[in-house]
Nanobody, 120 residues
Framework: VQLVESGGGLVQAGGSLRLSCAAD????????MSWYRQAPGKQRELVAS???????NYRDSVKGRFTISRDNAQYIVSLQMNRLKPEDSAVYYC???????????????WGRGTLVTVAS
């Protein structure tokens, strides 16, 4: 199972970007799909997550600006980021947790990351 991310780039402060992540491989279901980010010199932090029932969770600093959504038919998770700030600049990683494959009930998978840079 692998996660393929797209949509990063350079944007001016106040602008928008949309990240997408598609799960590919042999699996039956995924419980949680999330976006994390890691800025230089900082720890990786959870940005937003969504479960297979559509329940969402956001870190406080992005509430009201970012929206996570999920297509369960194709196992694609997206992150719409509006009113971006320079402090949102980071490498954004897609994460899938609770992946049910023929070999295991609870696989966790990370994407390779996509860079988001917000210029002031």
């Amino acid at each position: 199972v692998q996660l393929v991310e797209s949509g990063g780039g350079l944007v001016q402060a106040g602008g928008s970007l949309r990240l997408s992540c598609a799960a590919d491989g042999t699996f039956f279901s995924i419980i949680h799909m999330s976006w994390y980010r890691q800025a230089p010199g900082k720890q990786r932090e959870l940005v937003a997550s969504i479960d297979d029932s559509g329940n969402t969770n956001y870190r406080d600093s992005v509430k009201g600006r970012f929206t996570i959504s999920r297509d369960n038919a194709q196992y694609i998770v997206s992150l719409q980021m509006n009113r971006l700030k320079p402090e949102d600049s980071a490498v954004y990683y897609c994460n899938a947790d609770g992946v049910h494959t023929p070999a295991t009930w609870d696989l966790e998978v990370w994407g390779r990351g996509t860079l988001v840079t917000v210029a002031s």
